[in-house]
Every structure is written in C-alpha cells, then in structure tokens.
C-alpha cells in the first residue's frame, strides 16, 4: 500500500516546476510505483500559455479548479475548462493550454512517467523507463 500527501512531495525531486515558469505540478505516482500509471497534481498559472505533445504518453486531465481554454493545435478547436471537465489526449494532440485563472489538475499518464521527463522544443516528454 502507498500513503502519500501533496505535503510530502513538496520540496522533493517529486515536486517539479517548469523552466518557463507556467506550471508546477507535483509527482504523486511515478514509474517507479510499478502500478503501470503515474498521477499527477498540475498547477498552471493565470496568465500563461503552455503548448504540448505527449507523442509518447495518453494523458487524461480533471479540472479541479479554475478556469481556462484548452486548443487541439491540430484542428483549432477550443474547449473551456472548468471545475469538472475532463479531456483525454487518446490520440498524442497536439494542444495548448492558456490559463485565464491558476488551473488546477490531477493528471493520470499511461505508460507512467519517470519523474525525469523534460519537454523538448516540440512540447513532448521522451519515453524514458526507468533507471534510464
């Protein structure tokens, strides 16, 4: 049985900013779990516009607070995201998240991220394995 806090993360190699500054978002599960996902808490800030492509990952994301607008980058289509509103990125989109207040999520990554991913110039973390 795994028992974790947010407060336990804080401050730990868990607890990882962007080098841009327009998230932070808190690693509560990871690859090294061995339960065949990683979860996530993400904090987008007010303000910002952060583009992503998870080419190598499905990612489901549930708003728990805030607001703002999601774009898939590939056909233009917007979507508001508010408390409650779940999108799933089941086919790599490629979108753009702009926060019009912090936007607050739990994030559920298959297959599990590592902890270590970087986005490259293209928005996309590289499938790493562990002790990779």
């Not at 993360?9 to 868990?14: H, K, L």
């Not at 327009?22 to 979860?39: E, H, N, P, Q, Y």
């Not at 298959?110 to 902890?115: D, L, Q, R």
């Amino acid at each position: 049985m795994i028992v974790r806090s947010l407060k336990d993360i804080e401050g730990t190699d868990r607890d990882v900013t962007a080098e841009t500054g327009t998230w932070r978002s808190k690693r509560i599960i990871l690859a090294d779990d061995r339960v065949g996902f990683s979860l996530h808490e993400t904090v987008m800030y007010a303000g910002t516009e952060t583009s992503m492509w998870y080419a190598n990952h499905v990612e489901a994301v549930l708003c728990v607070e805030g607001e703002g607008e999601l774009t898939d980058d590939e056909t233009g289509e917007r979507h508001r995201i508010s408390p409650g509103t779940l999108y799933l990125l089941d086919g790599h989109e490629r979108h753009t998240m702009r926060p019009q207040t912090d936007l607050r999520f739990v994030c559920v990554f298959n297959p599990p991220v590592t902890g270590r991913e970087v986005h490259d110039e293209n928005g996309v973390y590289p499938l790493l394995t562990e002790g990779a």
